[in-house]
């Protein structure tokens, strides 16, 4: 290739939006095109020479190596997805495609900036599986994260246990007070139950004025009364609404793993028959 040819593939390059790297197999640095300011906040000579972990988040440093070893290895990867640190601090979701160059020795990799689609994914999921009024997990999340501390405690023979819980005299304040006052009384109780819990647990809102609760590591029937005692201290503690102390009461039923059932579906069925029973007693 003649010096034409070569000025003209590196303007080619350098006007191209996404950035390309050449890194040898030690990993450090070779050449990194003009877009990668764009991207990353960083000039070319400031990336060059320098180990490209070093500007990979830490907690993707391990699979970005083993992606890296498999390109050296001779196979292509076009849809490697890992995340940079900016030079201001904020993290960007890259897209890879690599290859490795084995007659001269370097891996050949265009990175494409995904992060606000990343964003929009998260936005996407997390309005999937949160309630819009409360912003808990709703039944699709609960059930998730149920399903997966089952398989939890099937494999380290451990307890759980299920709540379900339902508020009494909530439809007064909606009838008393109008439903915007409602929302805000169910807004407050939600932050109020959510910020009470440990972060093992989970409170999910499964719709009106009824909740569920799972409780993980539970050792006995001791441990899963003192817990819904106290939920239910803190449920009737009063909340101030538009200058008015409004409060209710509350009735909850509970299902342990494995003695009552092994599965969602079952568990949340006897959790909400104690439920009904509680209420009715």
Known sequence: MNDTLKEILNDVIDL???PVFLVD???VILYVSSAVERILGYQPQEMTGNYILDFVVPDDREATLKTAESVIDGRIHANFENRYQHKDGHVVNLLWSARWIHNHQVRIGVARDITE???AEERLYHFANHDPLTN???RLLFHDRVTRAIEHAKRYHSKLALLYLDLNGFKLVNDKHGHSAGDQFLQEMSVRLSSNIRNADTIARIGGDEFAVLLTGIADHDSVSEAILKIRKLIEMPIEINEHLLSVTAS???AL????GDA???LLHQADTSMYRTKRQ
């Open 16 to 18: 191209m939006l996404d």
């Open 25 to 27: 197999k030690h990993g």
């Open 117 to 119: 689609r990343k964003r």
């Open 136 to 138: 808990l997990p709703n």
């Open 252 to 254: 909850i039923g509970f």
């Open 257 to 260: 793993f494995p003695e009552q």
């Open 264 to 266: 969602f579906d079952e």
